[in-house]
């Protein structure tokens, strides 16, 4: 009785190691697949980055004042003015025809940055300095 008892229990014990080791296999087989899910999205296409569109404000106004540009550009205002300047949608002095250009304020030196997505017309001045105006034209 107590051989046939020991028989069993190796038995058992036999399959215990044989599920632990397909319990490994899976595992390991899992694993594998999951790094292979985690550096598939790293091979994107770098696409959607904006293009810039380069104005600088001087002391006479917008260099270029009128600029072309297509969807998606990215317009940067940089002030060598010498003195702070502002970016505001038209009309003066109300600012309300696109108001996503009322940029504010920015001293000498910085600049002010807006991305266009939607083709138009778009107007602007220098509220500090009505008479400086300048034209985005977006296709
Ligand atoms: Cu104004």
Redesign the pocket.
């Given at each position: 009785l107590k051989g046939g008892e020991n028989k069993m229990n190796s038995k058992l014990i036999l399959a215990i190691i044989v599920i632990i080791a397909i319990v490994g296999i899976v595992i390991v087989i899992n694993k594998g697949s999951g790094n292979n899910v985690s550096t598939t999205p790293t091979s994107q296409p770098v696409a959607n980055k904006p293009v810039d569109s380069n104005i600088e404000v001087t002391a006479n106004g917008f260099s270029p004042d009128t600029v072309t540009i297509a969807r998606g550009t990215r317009v940067v205002w940089m002030n060598k003015s010498g003195t702070t300047v502002?970016v505001?949608s038209a009309?003066?002095?109300?600012?309300q025809v696109y108001k996503p250009l009322n940029l504010g304020e920015f001293a000498n030196g910085s600049s002010v940055q807006l991305i266009f997505d939607t083709a138009g017309t778009y107007k602007y001045?220098?509220?500090l300095k009505?008479s400086q105006t300048g034209t985005i034209v977006v296709q």
């Open positions: 502002t505001n009309d003066h002095p109300t600012h001045h220098n509220h009505p």
